[in-house]
T-cell receptor, first 112, second 115 residues
Framework: QQQVKQSPQSLIVQKGGISIINCAYENTAFDYFPWYQQFPGKGPALLIAIRPDVSEKKEGRFTISFNKSAKQFSLHIMDSQPGDSATYFCAGSTGGGNKLTFGTGTQLKVEL | NAGVMQNPRHLVRRRGQEARLRCSPMKGHSHVYWYRQLPEEGLKFMVYLQKENIIDESGMPKERFSAEFPKEGPSILRIQQVVRGDSAAYFC?????????????FGAGTRLSVL
């Protein structure tokens, strides 16, 4: 099965700091890379997504950096806030977003 | 506009019983996806359905699991003769596929516990 490897498994960041989560994929046919945010007891919610024809996408405090040659992409959360404390999943898919292949998740805790 | 609705939120079954999980997609969405999340793991794709059709079931276990999305009513994920290893959170997502984004919107999930 084509995998998406995600790191770190958990992350603690001080309020105002930068949170960085990394993912690497194997399937070169992936053409859509979303990041999902999940709070305890809730379903995942789309945070931001990128296609491989761009190297960076920014939406507010959230930025995806994409390196096609290295088959890696990362999520940067600027000015991290306690409300950002959640589990973050990266994913990849083909064909305009059919089945999503998820990473194993990163538990982010933002401390005051 | 209500989001993706899943019920029940929690389901307890004894080994050997049947579990039926329901998913009503967002209004206007005709594509449904089921994922399973084991504790401390990411979501694993199970099946992708359109109205009355199974498009991709490559993630479904070969036995005991089935899914449907009838012309009328919610999508159903059925697990027959449940075993303890079926205990997990099952998430449904829906989309429109009207553009290249094909954003999948997730429900809150059904947490299945097998005793």
């Amino acid at each position: 099965q084509q995998q998406v490897k995600q790191s770190p498994q958990s992350l603690i960041v001080q309020k105002g700091g930068i949170s960085i989560i990394n993912c690497a994929y194997e399937n070169t046919a992936f053409d859509y890379f979303p990041w999902y945010q999940q709070f305890p007891g809730k379903g995942p919610a789309l945070l931001i997504a990128i296609r491989p024809d761009v190297s960076e996408k920014k939406e507010g405090r959230f930025t995806i950096s994409f390196n096609k040659s290295a088959k890696q992409f990362s999520l940067h959360i600027m000015d991290s806030q306690p409300g950002d404390s959640a589990t973050y999943f990266c994913a990849g898919s083909t064909g305009g977003g059919n089945k999503l292949t998820f990473g194993t998740g990163t538990q982010l805790k933002v401390e005051l | 506009n209500a989001g993706v609705m899943q019920n029940p939120r929690h389901l307890v079954r004894r080994r050997g019983q049947e579990a039926r999980l329901r998913c009503s997609p967002m209004k206007g969405h005709s594509h449904v996806y089921w994922y399973r999340q084991l504790p401390e793991e990411g979501l694993k794709f199970m099946v992708y359905l359109q109205k009355e059709n199974i498009i991709d079931e490559s993630g479904m276990p070969k036995e005991r699991f089935s899914a449907e999305f009838p012309k009328e009513g919610p999508s159903i994920l059925r697990i027959q003769q449940v075993v303890r290893g079926d205990s997990a959170a099952y998430f449904c997502a829906s989309s429109t596929r009207r553009d290249r984004k094909n954003i999948q919107y997730f429900g809150a999930g059904t947490r299945l516990s097998v005793l």
